[in-house]
C-alpha cells in the first residue's frame, strides 16, 4: 500500500525527521554489567538504523545504580558511558537517523537482586507485581535524583544525542511521584496535583538547565495506569497541556504499570487486538499542539498509515516491530509492506526473556542480538548439501537460512505438511500468530528454491544414500504417555492430535495437564461446548506461558466455565479416570474423554545413527530438548549457517545455549 504520511518529514521541537517512525525504547539487556554500551549492541543498533527509521530512542537508560531496573541495562549514571554512547550515535547518524535516549529510574519497580540494595520510592509502598518493599526518599534524595536526571541529559548531549526523552510512564519512579497510587506523601512531593507534580517539574527544569533551551527534550506517559486509583485518560490529559507549557517537545503515549501488566496493553501479546492505544494517543493529540507519538503493536504500515490519516498521531515508535524486522520502515515506505516479517506479538523472546533479567531475543528474527554472528558468514558455491530432517520451526529455520548461505538444500518432513508443533499452536485460540509464523516461513523455503520432501523419514539409510556436506537433525519431540493403567484407552487421546485433526473429543472432557499447552487445549474445548475440567499437579496453571497471557487466558478459562483443578494427580483410568487431590483423597471424575497434555520426549535417534556418515550433524530444537519456539528457531537458523562447524565431526547440541 502507499504510505505518503508516513513517507512525510516532521518535526520534533527544533528537529526534522526524514519520516514519521521512530523506534521505540526497549530494554535489550545487551549493555554490559556496568551499564554500557557493548559491541553486541553496537552492531544491533547499526542493524536497526540501517533499515530507515528516522530517529531511534535508546532503551531506558538509568540515571543512579539503584534506578536499574534490568541486569544488563544501558547507563547514563556516570561520565564513563559516554564514549560507547558517542559511538552509538555516530552509527545511527551515519544512516540518516536521529538519535534519542531515555532518562529514568525504576523506583520501587526492581528489585534488590539486580541493584544490590533496597528499591527507593516516593512512599514505603511495594509494587504489586514485585513485591518489595521500597525506602521512602528523604528530600535530600529527592534533590540529589534531581541533579542525577540532569547530569545525565548533560552526558546524554556530550555524547552527541539530538534528543533525550523523560521517561515519565510505566510505574517507574516519575510516574510514581506522579500518582496517588504510589504517592502516599503528606510533604511538598505528595497530597495535591501540583505537589505530586513537583518531582517532575523539577526534573524538567534542572534538564533544561544543563542542556540549555534549544535541546530537544520529549516525555513518555501512560495516559491511564489502569489501576484503582492510578492516573486515568483526564488527568494525563491534563498533565499534557501543562507538559506543553514547560516546554515538553513531543509526548509518547503508552498506557499501564508493572500492577496492570497482567491486563496485556502494556506490552500488548498475541492474543490483544493490534493498535489497542491508538484511542489513548488520540485523546492526548486533542489536548497539546505540540507532536504526539503513538506506540503498541502497531504491526503493519496500512495500521500506521491510518493512524496519521485518522489525526490520532504525529509520530508512530516501532518496539518489536523492528527487532522482527529492521527493515520494516524501508519496506513500508517502498511499498513493500508485504515483504515485512512482521512481530507475531509471542513475548516469547523478547518481554519474557527480560523479566527474567536475560537478554532479548526475536521469535521471528533469529538474527536479532546476533548481528556479527550472521554478518561473519560467507556464502557456499551452491555445490554442497544439506540435508535437514523435520520440518518444524527449527527445521524450516535451518532450511531458509542455509540456503541463504548458498547451499543446495533438502527438508524433509515425515508427515505430510510442515509446521510441527506450530500446526497444533495455532490451532488454539487467540494464537493467530503462530499460523502467520509458519505461513511466512513456509513462503520464505520456496522463495529460497529448498526442495521440500513431505511424507519422508530420514533414516541411517537415506543418509547414505544422499551423501550430505551436513545433516540438520530437528526432528521434534512426542507427547508423554505415562504408565499408568488405562492410558491405552481408546478415548484417551493426546492434546496435539486433538488440536492438528488427528482425533476427536467426545461429550464431557478431562484435560491432564495444565501447562500452557494444556490451557489452551482446554479453551479450544470449551469453546467448542464442551464441558472441562482441567487438572495441574502443581499449583499454578499455564505457568510457562509469558505473564500477560497467563493472566488473560486463565481469565478466558474461567469465562468458560472450565473447572480448574490444582494440586491433582491422574493415578488410573477405568469406566472413569480416578484422580488424587492435595488432601490425598482419591476420587473418580465422570467424563468421556481424557486429553493428556503432560509435556514432550525429544525424538532424536538420528543424530547418532549419522554420526560416521556426515562429519557435520546438527542437532536442534525439541531434538535437543523440548523449550519453545524461540529456541528452536535460532538454533536451526545457526545450524542451518553452519555457525558451529566441528571439524572433528562431532555433533553440534543446543547452539544457542
Not at 510533604?187 to 534542572?206: H, M, P, Q, V, W
Not at 547414505?464 to 484407552?489: C, D, F, M, S, W
Not at 492434546?495 to 476427536?504: P, Q
Amino acid at each position: 500500500m502507499d504510505t505518503p504520511l508516513l513517507s512525510t518529514p516532521g518535526r520534533i521541537g527544533g528537529l526534522t525527521l526524514k519520516n514519521r517512525l521512530l523506534m521505540a525504547p526497549m530494554v535489550r539487556n545487551y549493555a554490559d554489567e556496568r551499564g554500557r554500551m557493548s559491541e553486541r549492541y553496537l552492531a544491533h543498533l547499526a542493524r536497526i538504523a540501517r533499515g530507515g527509521v528516522a530517529a531511534m530512542i535508546l532503551e531506558a537508560s538509568f540515571v543512579t545504580p539503584e534506578g536499574r531496573g534490568f541486569s544488563h541495562e544501558l547507563g547514563l549514571h556516570e561520565d564513563g558511558v559516554v564514549p560507547g554512547l558517542r559511538r552509538a550515535v555516530e552509527l545511527i547518524h551515519a544512516e540518516g537517523a536521529l538519535a534519542g535516549i531515555q532518562l529514568y529510574h525504576a523506583g520501587r519497580q526492581t528489585s534488590q537482586q539486580v541493584t544490590g540494595t533496597q528499591p527507593l520510592a516516593p512512599s514505603a509502598i511495594p509494587c504489586p507485581l514485585l513485591n518489595q518493599l521500597p525506602r521512602a526518599l528523604t528530600l535530600a534524595e529527592i534533590q540529589t535524583l534531581t541533579g542525577a536526571f540532569a547530569s545525565a541529559a548533560a552526558r546524554a548531549q556530550a555524547a552527541g544525542f539530538d534528543f533525550v526523552e523523560i521517561h515519565a510512564a510505566h510505574g517507574y519512579l516519575i510516574t510514581q511521584f506522579l500518582s496517588p497510587f504510589s504517592n502516599r506523601r503528606s510533604d511538598a512531593y505528595g497530597g495535591s496535583t501540583e505537589n505530586r507534580r513537583r518531582f517532575l517539574d523539577e526534573i524538567i527544569t534542572a534538564v533544561r538547565a544543563r542542556v540549555g533551551p534549544q535541546f530537544t527534550v520529549t516525555l513518555r506517559l501512560s495516559a491511564d495506569e489502569m489501576v484503582p486509583g492510578g492516573l486515568e485518560i483526564a488527568d494525563s490529559c491534563e498533565l499534557a497541556a501543562w507538559l506543553e507549557r514547560r516546554g515538553i517537545a513531543a509526548i509518547h503515549v503508552s498506557v499501564g504499570n508493572y500492577a496492570s501488566y497482567t491486563r496485556g496493553r502494556m506490552i500488548p501479546p498475541m492474543s490483544v487486538e493490534d493498535a489497542p492505544l491508538l484511542a489513548y494517543a488520540e485523546g492526548i493529540k486533542r489536548q497539546v499542539r505540540i507532536p504526539v507519538i503513538a506506540v503498541g503493536k502497531l504491526r503493519t504500515p496500512a495500521l500506521a498509515e491510518a493512524a496519521l490519516r485518522q489525526g490520532q498521531a504525529d509520530f508512530i515508535a516501532l518496539g518489536r516491530e523492528l527487532l522482527a524486522d529492521p527493515d520494516w520502515p524501508r519496506k513500508a515506505l517502498a511499498g513493500e509492506g508485504e515483504r515485512i516479517h512482521e512481530c507475531i506479538a509471542c513475548n516469547q523472546g523478547c518481554i519474557s526473556r527480560l523479566f527474567e533479567q536475560r537478554d532479548v531475543w526475536c521469535t521471528v528474527n533469529p538474527e536479532c542480538g546476533r548481528e556479527r554472528k550472521f554478518a561473519a558468514f560467507a556464502a557456499d558455491n551452491g555445490q554442497r548439501k544439506v540435508l535437514v530432517a523435520g520440518g518444524g520451526p527449527a527445521g524450516m529455520a535451518a532450511a531458509c537460512y542455509a540456503a541463504r548461505a548458498g547451499f543446495q538444500v533438502i527438508l524433509c518432513e515425515a508427515r505430510n505438511e510442515l509446521g510441527g508443533q506450530l500446526l497444533a499452536a495455532s490451532a488454539a485460540p487467540h494464537r493467530p500468530g503462530w499460523r502467520e509464523l509458519r505461513a511466512g516461513m513456509h513462503t520464505a523455503l520456496r522463495q529460497l528454491g529448498v526442495e521440500l520432501r513431505c511424507n519422508t523419514c530420514v533414516d541411517r539409510t537415506y543418509v547414505e544414500r544422499e551423501r550430505p556436506y551436513a545433516l540438520v537433525v530437528a526432528t521434534g519431540a512426542v507427547p508423554v504417555r505415562p504408565q499408568i493403567p488405562g492410558i491405552n484407552k481408546v478415548n484417551v487421546i493426546s492434546a496435539r492430535d486433538l488440536l492438528e485433526g488427528g482425533a476427536e473429543a467426545e461429550g464431557r472432557v478431562l484435560v491432564v495437564g495444565g501447562g500452557c499447552s494444556g490451557a489452551q487445549t482446554a479453551e479450544y474445548l470449551a469453546q467448542a461446548g464442551h464441558a472441562v475440567t482441567m487438572v495441574e499437579a502443581e499449583g499454578d496453571i499455564a505457568a510457562d506461558a509469558p505473564l500477560d497471557e497467563r493472566t488473560l487466558l486463565v481469565g478466558r478459562l474461567r469465562a468458560l466455565g472450565v473447572n480448574i483443578m490444582a494440586h491433582t494427580r491422574l493415578l488410573s483410568i477405568g469406566e472413569y479416570p480416578l484422580l488424587q487431590s492435595a488432601a490425598g483423597e482419591h476420587f473418580q471424575l465422570p467424563v468421556d474423554t481424557v486429553v493428556l497434555c503432560l509435556g514432550a520426549r525429544s525424538v532424536n535417534s538420528l543424530e547418532q545413527e549419522a554420526l560416521g556418515l556426515v562429519s557435520r550433524v546438527y542437532t536442534v530444537g525439541d531434538a535437543v530438548r523440548p523449550r519453545k519456539v524461540t529456541e528452536a528457531i535460532a538454533e536451526g537458523a545457526l545450524a542451518g549457517l553452519g555457525a558451529a562447524r566441528d571439524s572433528t565431526g562431532q555433533t553440534a547440541r543446543a547452539l544457542t545455549a
